[in-house]
């Protein structure tokens, strides 16, 4: 096999899990756990220990269980599994916890079936909804609807004539608004498109017809009013308990700036150390520079003094950026943590920027025309590109060099050649670097792309339960020949590449992990199809990618993803061996307890 950064550094992480010993801890455990499945997932195959002890939030001992019962002290508690699975706890390499947690204010709208269903629970919305805040609901289909389109600007003034209204499709990539609400942002038929997006218009004329597309409906979505107070606040803890619900110790923000008050959000939780899960944030950035601003904001206020590598590379961000650190106030924030991780403030950590280079399945920017165009669409189609190569281009001079990861989003061939391209001539121009780019998505990779994607050390994070809501609407639109050959996972396990699976909540419903396993095992339609059969792994692989794999993408493997002598005490407890079912049945395994540095954060009552 040839050799490369990624496998070899990948190589290095599983042959260090590999090699690992119990270590006996320096003073007595907190706990000790024991009579169940204690799946380590730190082998290359799977490898169970019969016994854990954690000591001061750290695993400090595992082995066989005569050997951890010498760490018992008076105060140790002994905790019997009967028969049930710990592992390491999930980590989401892709979500948007913070977005999430406002729409979940909204009105819901997934499962909607046709129009007259999204105005009904849109007009419900409106009691629900604060004087002064937009009426927003979320997670329609147009495809899926019977008309086969988005609302129109007369639909939605339907819901109110004198309110704003806006809703926003499960992909958040398009959605629709009201006549009150494009006069409040002053938005007509004068207005002009932005690169990257576009806002329809009525048949034989200019005036807006209420649906958006991409980087319009980002910019319109950026405006909505702040959340503050009581609503800032259940933005987050509500969206903390759902994810700890699902077996997440740590949570993922990979957007921050989709909302103006976003950092403000993200400023209010650690002042108030709402938190109980780590929380990783990408920063946001478009055209119109949302989320460039976003990254200041956020490295200038908390951006620390200290000295580990992250914090140096935030310091490196504030200087190209011209903006100034407090390092005062950072240093107040900071939390002691039992891995001493300074990148971390109040479970908050700045690891990344995100950009997003085409769009959903609709809209995704490929080298050759869609097979069946997408509704609305005529001609020779082929998606969108979102941003030019010399924003990407200069984004990457900025951040290849640093700790400051960057994500691109990216469904088509043509996204991911720009991605690739960006890589090389950073490469050319600094040199190669363990930066781990992310291909957020990656969905449709040639072979080419795949061996280039390899040898730059670049993770793709698959949304693979997407295979299942949206698999069909990918074949149809983009044809069998591509596909099947999707989220090519069984590929790169192959080659010793690592990737990994993530829900893009609110994209998928709920930020559910055990699904996006069961998915990425059986690729499997409601109807049966399946999509890309040789594509599929096995169930260990596939936990893998939402543990140890997941810990090394977001470059904190030394300290997550497995459970070693030193690691976190993240868990969680499963109600069955995910290895040991039927593995069309992973998705319906209970998450029973999540544990975060030894204390429990979620227990199923």
């Not at 990624?6 to 907190?30: H, I, M, N, P, R």
């Not at 218009?201 to 009581?230: C, D, N, Q, Y």
């Not at 140096?312 to 002691?336: E, F, H, M, N, Y």
């Not at 995910?578 to 049945?585: E, F, I, M, Q, R």
Request: glycine share 10%.
């Amino acid at each position: 096999m040839k050799k490369n950064v990624s496998s070899v550094l990948f190589g290095a992480l599983l042959l260090s899990a590999t090699a690992f010993t119990a270590q006996a801890a320096g003073g007595k455990a907190d706990a000790i756990y024991f009579g169940g499945d204690i799946l380590t997932m730190a082998t290359t195959d799977p490898s169970y220990a019969e016994a854990l002890a954690v000591e001061d939030g750290k695993i400090a001992f595992t082995g066989s269980r005569d050997e951890a019962l010498k760490l018992k002290g008076d105060a140790t508690k002994l905790i019997d599994l009967k028969g049930r699975t710990l592992l390491p706890g999930f980590i989401d390499t892709h979500g948007h916890m913070v977005y999430f947690g406002k729409n979940m204010i909204d009105a819901d709208l997934f499962g909607t079936t046709e129009m007259t269903e999204v105005i009904t629970r849109m007009k419900a919305q409106v009691d629900k909804t604060p004087d002064g805040a937009w009426i927003v609901g979320f997670g329609y289909m147009a495809r899926k609807l019977k008309e086969g389109r988005h609302p129109t600007v007369e639909e939605l003034d339907l819901v109110s004539a004198d309110r704003p209204v806006m809703v926003v499709d499960s992909s958040g990539h398009l959605g629709a608004g009201n006549t009150a609400l494009f006069s409040l942002l002053g938005l007509s038929a004068t207005t002009p498109d932005p690169e990257g997006g576009s806002f329809m218009r009525k048949t034989g004329s200019s005036e807006l017809a209420g649906p958006m597309e991409e980087t319009a409906l980002f910019a319109v979505r950026a405006k909505r009013p702040a959340f503050t107070g009581e609503l800032a606040d259940r933005a987050v803890t509500g969206a903390v308990e759902l994810w700890a619900s699902y077996g997440q110790t740590t949570a993922m923000e990979c957007g921050l700036g989709l909302g103006d008050d976003d950092i403000d959000i993200v400023k209010n939780a650690i002042d108030k150390k709402l938190l109980k899960i780590d929380l990783y944030v990408c920063a946001k950035d478009t055209v119109a520079g949302t989320a460039i601003d976003a990254g200041r904001a956020v490295a200038a206020e908390y951006a620390t003094a200290e000295t580990s590598d992250d914090a140096v590379a935030r310091q490196d961000l504030i200087a190209a950026q011209g903006t100034s650190a407090p390092g005062d106030t950072a240093r107040k924030l900071l939390q002691a943590r039992p891995d001493l991780d300074k990148r971390y403030i109040n479970r908050v950590r700045l690891g990344g920027v995100k950009f997003w280079l085409d769009g959903s399945t609709d809209t995704a920017w490929f080298t050759e025309p869609y097979t069946n165009n997408p509704p609305g669409k005529t001609g020779s189609y082929s998606g969108f590109q979102q941003i030019s190569d010399e924003v990407l281009d200069a984004a990457f001079d900025t951040f290849w060099t640093s700790d400051i990861q960057i994500n691109m989003h990216m469904n088509g061939d043509a996204a991911v050649e720009q991605a690739l391209r960006a890589i090389e001539k950073a490469v050319v121009k600094h040199g190669m670097r363990d930066h781990r780019p992310v291909f957020v998505h990656g969905t449709y990779m040639r072979a080419d792309q795949i061996d280039r994607a390899q040898k730059y050390g670049a993770i793709p994070s698959y949304l693979t339960s997407g295979m299942i809501s949206g698999g069909a609407g990918a074949l149809f639109l983009w044809g069998g020949e591509r596909g099947n050959k999707v989220m090519a996972t069984h590929t790169l396990e192959k080659r010793g590449m690592p990737f990994t699976f993530s829900h893009d909540a609110p994209v998928t419903p709920q930020p559910w992990i055990l699904p996006l396993v069961d998915a990425g095992v059986n690729r499997a339609l409601p109807d049966g199809t399946v999509i890309g059969e040789k594509e599929r792994v096995s169930p260990y692989v596939a936990l893998k990618a939402v543990t140890s794999y997941a810990a090394f993408q977001i470059r904190e493997e030394k300290t997550k993803g497995t459970l070693e002598p030193g690691k976190l005490a993240d868990f969680v407890i499963l109600e069955q061996n995910p290895l040991k079912v039927d593995p069309h049945s992973i998705k319906d395994i209970k998450v029973l307890e999540t544990i975060k540095e030894g204390t429990t954060v979620f227990v199923r009552e």
